[in-house]
């Protein structure tokens, strides 16, 4: 431990510093870092500290991995990013077995008591980008980002068959098997079928009866080429079909069918032809061809 701390008061009073940009090291990188250059990050430092126990005979290894984190605010879930890397160092020592020591910390000790970020340099973009919006709000933005990766991340891409498994236990299945799980989708595809077919007779009790069955028209000469507005009224599309048939054999029951429904719906008891109506409408004999006509002016009905 004499070594151990010699060496460390030797890189908290030489002038030594940490920096990520020490430069490109030669041949011999430790020689180079405690006599020469005296800068580099955690991988420098703990590597020339471990080569230096070794030439005192002291067994040394090197260990790395990640310290400090940050939690996210949106999901709870604990951040660790490459920023957040380090490397630092074990000695041998008898009676005590392999002892940490962390020489990046006399060098710098707000890198490790506080679990300290060393930033990068910001290049033009980035700080052209930090004038647009601020850290603060950056900050969030990638919060919201980082929480909806994890969420993707653990419930599809990480959906295993023991989770499957685990969802079954929680629904009171102690033993479940395939045919459980199968069983479970089978009912729940049912139950989606169901909401799908409750909510479609809805959302059509809770529609015109007019309005559809006039789309129901509109639908039926979208077929043969006719594209139609939605607000266009039952005599103009009457005349938009005198204009674009030369053939009206073919498409007077239609016109004569819009026109009825003209003068029914604004009759004094409009819902009173409603069903005759909407009888003649699954009868009629639309067209099988689009238009032939070069689309004259419509003419007046």
Same mark, same amino acid.
């Given at each position: 431990?004499?070594?151990?701390?010699?060496?460390?008061?030797?890189?908290?009073?030489?002038?030594? @510093?940490?920096?990520?940009? =020490? !430069?490109?090291?030669?041949?011999?990188?430790? /020689?180079?870092?405690?006599? $020469?250059?005296?800068? &580099?990050?955690?991988?420098?430092?703990?590597?020339?500290?471990?080569?230096?126990?070794?030439?005192?005979?002291?067994?040394?290894?090197?260990?790395? &991995?990640?310290?400090?984190?940050?939690?996210?605010?949106?999901? !709870?879930?604990? @951040?660790?990013?490459?920023?957040?890397?380090?490397?630092? @160092?074990?000695?041998?020592?008898?009676?005590? !077995?392999?002892?940490?020591?962390? =020489?990046?910390?006399?060098?710098? =000790? #707000?890198?490790?008591?506080?679990?300290?970020? *060393?930033?990068? +340099?910001?290049?033009?973009?980035?700080?052209?980008? /930090?004038?647009?919006?601020?850290?603060?709000?950056?900050?969030?933005?990638?919060?919201?980002?980082?929480?909806?990766?994890?969420?993707?991340?653990?419930?599809?891409?990480?959906?295993?068959?023991?989770?499957?498994?685990?969802? %079954?236990? #929680?629904? &009171?299945?102690?033993? +479940? #098997?395939?045919? $459980? *799980?199968?069983?479970?989708?089978?009912?729940?595809? &049912?139950?989606?079928?169901?909401?799908?077919?409750?909510?479609? *007779?809805?959302?059509?009790?809770?529609? /015109?009866?007019?309005?559809?069955?006039?789309?129901?028209?509109?639908?039926?000469?979208?077929?043969?080429?006719?594209?139609? =507005?939605?607000? %266009?009224?039952?005599?103009?599309?009457?005349?938009?079909?005198?204009?674009?048939? $030369?053939?009206?054999?073919?498409?007077?029951?239609?016109?004569?069918?819009? %026109?009825?429904?003209?003068?029914?719906?604004?009759?004094?008891?409009?819902?009173?032809?409603?069903? $005759?109506?909407?009888?003649?409408?699954?009868?009629?004999?639309?067209?099988?061809?689009?238009? @032939?006509?070069?689309?004259?002016?419509?003419?007046? %009905?």
């Amino acid at each position: 431990m004499a070594f151990v701390n010699a060496a460390l008061q030797r890189l908290r009073t030489g002038g030594y @510093t940490y920096t990520l940009e =020490p !430069g490109v090291a030669g041949a011999h990188s430790a /020689d180079e870092f405690w006599f $020469d250059t005296k800068m &580099g990050f955690c991988e420098h430092i703990a590597s020339a500290f471990a080569i230096l126990m070794r030439n005192l005979d002291v067994p040394a290894r090197i260990v790395t &991995g990640y310290q400090g984190g940050e939690i996210n605010g949106v999901d !709870g879930y604990w @951040t660790v990013r490459q920023a957040d890397a380090h490397a630092w @160092t074990e000695v041998w020592i008898e009676d005590r !077995g392999w002892v940490r020591i962390d =020489p990046t910390g006399a060098v710098m =000790p #707000s890198r490790i008591g506080e679990y300290r970020r *060393l930033q990068t +340099p910001r290049s033009a973009f980035g700080t052209a980008f /930090d004038t647009v919006i601020s850290p603060t709000i950056y900050m969030q933005m990638r919060a919201v980002w980082e929480a909806v990766n994890n969420g993707w991340n653990q419930w599809v891409l990480n959906y295993t068959q023991e989770r499957q498994f685990n969802l %079954l236990r #929680s629904l &009171g299945m102690e033993a +479940p #098997s395939w045919q $459980d *799980l199968a069983r479970l989708l089978g009912a729940i595809a &049912g139950l989606a079928a169901l909401i799908g077919i409750a909510w479609s *007779l809805w959302e059509r009790s809770h529609q /015109d009866p007019w309005q559809r069955m006039m789309s129901q028209a509109r639908q039926q000469l979208k077929k043969v080429g006719m594209e139609l =507005p939605e607000h %266009l009224p039952p005599r103009g599309i009457a005349a938009r079909i005198r204009a674009h048939w $030369d053939d009206t054999s073919q498409t007077q029951p239609i016109i004569d069918w819009l %026109l009825r429904v003209e003068r029914a719906r604004y009759a004094p008891r409009p819902d009173a032809a409603l069903a $005759d109506l909407q009888r003649d409408l699954r009868r009629m004999p639309w067209p099988s061809a689009p238009p @032939t006509s070069s689309g004259a002016a419509p003419q007046p %009905l």
